[in-house]
């Protein structure tokens, strides 16, 4: 979807910077991801501390989910 959006210069010219991006479209397109996958962690993340979920999985359940090396 095309939509016309005004952008400070100095704050475009940090979102190209942050994003290693060159063109404008695929920056802020980049930071608008980034920007709603950070919320979205967040809000789960509250949910969580708050009690509003039933997800319970134990250290090494958790572990075992990523693919980082076990120390």
Known sequence: ???TVDIE???L???LKLTSQT???PAVAQALDEFIEQR???EFLAKVMAGGTDYRASNEEL???TDL???
């Open 40 to 42: 979205q962690r967040q």
């Open 9 to 11: 210069q100095k704050k």
């Open 13 to 15: 010219r940090s979102i």
């Open 69 to 71: 090396p076990k120390p």
């Open 23 to 25: 063109k404008k479209s």
């Open 63 to 65: 572990e075992s989910l």
């Open 1 to 3: 979807m095309r939509i």
